[in-house]
């Protein structure tokens, strides 16, 4: 049952069907924002003051090619410390994150796993029974390793070795979802990922992420640049 003090919510951008979650320490009103999407940056600073919550950290991730973070407006209007996995080797955040490293905000604290294959930068959180898995585990899926220094063997290690290893009970929270689910489990992607289920060897992992022949995604040209400068104009 999730902790009653833990403040929790699922937000998407249609446009680059996102997921933004909000996790907030419900008495000392700190938060933090995982995965956030420039265009949505006034409803979250709304929800923020809503709830009157104060935000702490909004994580990455990765460095997105999907969409553009609000991690660079926010620490403009909010004075929010931007977070980013140290794979990304940008130096424009305020905090870069390594593999096993804790976050507080409040009573709280959040653990960074890394996790590259799909980029570099991944990085997903752990907290309370949940993870948060950006692009590197989705519900059914994982993200694609064709760009940014993707890799299938770093993926697959990535989600064997550290995602798979979690609680089996332990929640599922991606970066997006194109089929409206919104939250799986270690023990169902174990036995219901087409493509990295128990019984999916390394080879065969291989063999369908390099058979994928995917177009680059809509935006990488724009996002990328924006991204490795926490959101904002590229100098």
Known sequence: MQNTKLLFRQLFDAKSSTYTYLLADKFSGEAILIDT?????????????????????????????????????????????????????????????????????????IK???????????????????????????????GRTDFQQGSPEKLYSS?????FSLPVETLVYPAHNY??????????????NPRLADHISKDEFVKIMTNLKLDPPAQIHVAVPWNMNCGLPPN
Not at 58 to 66: C, M, V
Not at 128 to 137: E, I
Not at 159 to 163: A, C, F, M
Request: aromatic fraction near 6%; include cysteine.
């Open 37 to 109: 999407v420039k265009e949505q940056v006034e409803r979250e600073i709304t929800l923020l003051k809503d709830l009157e919550l104060s935000l702490k950290f909004p994580l990455e991730t990765r460095l997105h090619a999907d969409h553009i973070t609000a991690a660079g407006l926010l620490r403009e209007k909010v004075s929010s410390k931007s977070v980013v996995g140290v794979g990304g080797n940008v130096d424009s955040y305020d905090r870069l994150i390594e593999d096993d490293e804790e976050l507080t905000f409040g009573d709280f604290s």
């Open 112 to 142: 960074a796993i890394s996790t590259p294959g799909h980029t570099d930068s991944c990085t997903s959180y752990y907290m309370d029974g949940m993870v948060f898995t950006g692009d590197t585990l989705l519900i059914r899926g994982c």
């Open 159 to 163: 989600v064997k070795k550290k995602l």
């Open 179 to 192: 089929q409206g689910m919104t939250c799986s489990s270690i023990s169902e992607e174990k036995k219901h």
